[in-house]
């Protein structure tokens, strides 16, 4: 089971992990040890994941959310598969802590006077240059 807070827990069933060979570093030993761990995680039915933190959650992955709802991670950053396995948890925890937090609203805000005075200030001037650039008569 993996503890995402005191309300949300991930049971062992929604996940599951399959190992391959990672590239990089490892000698003789890269091929032949299955150390790369991919993470599986059912996110569109998973009953532990409230309706707007799986919307979130499906915003937040952007590619590693498949068309069937799963969110798929990889890891193949250590030669240890343990340590790839702790990894990709702490990386799906991370992810489903941040799909947590609702977005800020936004306040709309209208801009002061100063900084219209000034924006219209900026565009004169940028028009004097520009009406200076004209053709040059050649003196006679």
Request: positive net charge.
């Amino acid at each position: 089971m993996l503890r995402i807070n005191d309300d949300i827990a991930i049971q062992d069933w929604e996940l599951s992990e399959s190992f391959m060979r990672a590239s990089g570093p490892g000698g003789q030993n890269v091929n032949k040890v299955s150390s790369a761990v991919e993470l599986r995680f059912e996110a569109a039915t998973s009953p532990s994941i409230p309706t707007p933190v799986k919307n979130r959650l499906r915003r937040l992955a952007g590619r590693r959310w498949t068309t069937e709802g799963a969110l798929v991670l990889q890891c193949d950053e250590t030669r240890s598969q343990v340590r790839n396995r702790e990894i990709i948890r702490e990386r799906l925890k991370d992810l489903i802590t941040a799909a947590l937090k609702p977005p800020k609203r936004r306040i709309a805000t209208r801009p002061t006077l100063g900084s219209k005075k000034r924006r219209l200030k900026a565009k004169k001037t940028r028009g004097e240059v520009k009406s200076l650039r004209g053709r040059v008569d050649p003196p006679e």
